[in-house]
Structures are given as C-alpha cells and as structure tokens.
T-cell receptor, first 110, second 115 residues
C-alpha cells in the first residue's frame, strides 16, 4: 500500500525567498506525481505534474523527482503572500488511485 | 471554460439528518470522482464514475452513502443518516478519460459539519 508523507507540516518563508517542500513515498514503481495547492475555501489547484525522474517547471513552480530516493520536491521561486496555502502531494499509478499526503501549510510573510 | 461546480458550499446538520451534495463537472469530462477530506488530511477517494457507470465504490460506506451520475454529466452524493465522523469537506473532481497522466480538476468543495 502506497504511503505518502510530506514535510514540513508548516513552513514560513519571507516574500521573495525560495520555498521548498518535500514529499516521500513508499512505492518506487509509481509513475504519476502531482503537486496541488489548496487555498482556504477554495478547491484544489494543480501546480505541476511530473512523470519521470528529473525536473519539471511550470512558471514559478518546479518539481524535482528522484524515484530511487522515493522523493519528490516542490520549489517555489519568488513566493508572494498570495501563495500562502496548503500544498498537497499526490502519488499514483493511475488517477483513481491517487494517494495523498496530509499537506504542508505554507505562509509567506510580506 | 467553466470549472467544476459544487453546491452547497456549506452544510450544518444534526446527527441522523440527510444531506445531498451536487456536482457539475467540466464539460466533456467523462470521469467524475468524489473525495472526502477530513480536516488537516489529504483527500480520500469515495467513488468514481466513467460516464454513468460506477467504476469503484469500494471506499463508500454503502449503508449510509450513495452516489449517482444518471446521464453521465452531473452527479449527486447523498448521506442518509449523518454521523459526527462524517464532518469533512466533500470534493468533486473530473478528468477526461481517467488516464494515468490526465489531470484531475477539483471543485471548491462542500464543507459539512455534523453536530
């Protein structure tokens, strides 16, 4: 059974500094990794999808996948206060089998 | 293009009451998912449909929960007799084709409180 853990639980970063979030998973055969963002009172917004080892950039968001180390990270360049939200990592072999982490609460200080 | 629409946004019930949640997916998306997200946790799949057919409802508490998607478009999730443990946000998502690399798009959710 796939297990997904995120760290840290909470992170405070100053506006403009790089924010880095981590996600570890237990099944290295997974091939579908996504980072979502959840603002309070809003739905989940997909940020980056990555399917092979290496980096994938979408605007200010970069995901880095290393399946040998069972690790996928998200880096946010030049974060703004509007990026304050809960960030969720989802790992799977197929969409309906998405297994989610419990999230990292990110706070960007002006 | 309109996103996934859910209603109501909030619901507050006493234990034993019934409630229905409604979802309108993105036009053209054949796959629809219902998730339950307890506070401070990630979403947990309850059921998903391909068109009008239920593909997997193994995590749906069948004694009190039911879900339908009669015409393969909108969907309704119903709780017959709510319990305090049902307190959570209920999220609807849709995708095209349900393939492993197709993105799920989520609605804003319905936040349910059972007193």
């Amino acid at each position: 059974q796939q297990k997904v853990q995120q760290s840290p639980e909470s992170l405070t970063v100053s506006e403009g500094a790089m924010a880095s979030l981590n996600c570890t998973f237990s099944d290295g055969t997974s091939n579908n990794f996504r980072w979502y963002r959840q603002h309070s009172a809003k739905g989940l917004e997909v940020l980056v999808s990555i399917f092979s080892d290496g980096e994938k950039e979408e605007g200010r968001f970069t995901a880095h996948l290393n399946r040998a180390n069972l690790h996928v990270s998200l880096h946010i360049r030049e974060p703004q206060p509007s990026d304050s939200a809960v960030y969720l990592c989802a790992v799977s072999m197929s969409n309906y089998q998405l297994i989610w982490g419990s999230g990292t609460k990110l706070i960007i200080k002006p | 293009e309109a996103g996934v629409t859910q209603s109501p946004r909030y619901a507050v019930l006493q234990e034993g009451q019934a409630v229905s949640f409604w979802c309108d997916p993105i036009s053209g998306h054949d796959t629809l998912y219902w998730y339950q997200q307890p506070r401070d946790q990630g979403p947990q799949l309850l059921v998903y449909f391909r068109d009008e057919a239920v593909i997997d409802n193994s995590q749906l508490p069948s004694d009190r929960f039911s879900a339908v998607r009669p015409k393969g478009t909108n969907s309704t999730l119903k709780i017959q007799s709510a319990k305090q443990g049902d307190t959570a946000t209920y999220l609807c998502a849709s995708s095209f084709d349900g393939g492993s690399q197709n993105t799920l798009y989520f609605g804003a959710g319905t936040r349910l409180s059972v007193l």
